[in-house]
Nanobody, 124 residues
Framework: QVQLVESGGGLVQAGGSLRLSCAAS????????MGWFRQAPGKEREFVAV????????FYADSVKGRFTISGDTAKNTVYLQMNSLKPEDTAVFFC?????????????????WGQGTQVTVSS
């Protein structure tokens, strides 16, 4: 079983950038589809991005396409979410998650392992 720990959240001004990290342990993250989700106050958790098992193939929510980039470093067993051109509406707790499904899972129920989350706050 893989364990996940997120880091890298913080407070940033609109237009700024942050890079979130998701450190995996117990098993290589490349054996899983790795996703990022976020949950804003009072809202449901939503899909942000995914990188497929054993590939560099990625997929993004329309709301972040062109601004966010998901990537993985197998040597560090870590998945990243580079976030550029941040907007106040990006403010949320960001979670990474692991799915044993092939392809590009985008639904919460398709993921079996979750990290504890990291807060991202974007000020206007």
């Amino acid at each position: 079983q893989v364990q996940l720990v997120e880091s890298g959240g913080g407070l940033v001004q609109a237009g700024g950038s942050l890079r979130l990290s998701c450190a995996a342990s117990g098993r290589p993250f490349s054996r899983y589809a790795m996703g990022w989700f976020r949950q804003a106050p009072g809202k449901e958790r939503e899909f942000v991005a995914v990188i497929a098992q054993n590939t560099a193939i990625t997929f993004y929510a329309d709301s972040v396409k062109g601004r966010f980039t998901i990537s993985g470093d197998t040597a560090k067993n870590t998945v990243y979410l580079q976030m550029n051109s941040l907007k106040p509406e990006d403010t949320a707790v960001f979670f990474c998650a692991a799915s044993q499904l092939w392809g590009m899972p985008t639904k919460i129920g398709q993921y079996s392992t979750w990290g504890q989350g990291t807060q991202v706050t974007v000020s206007s």
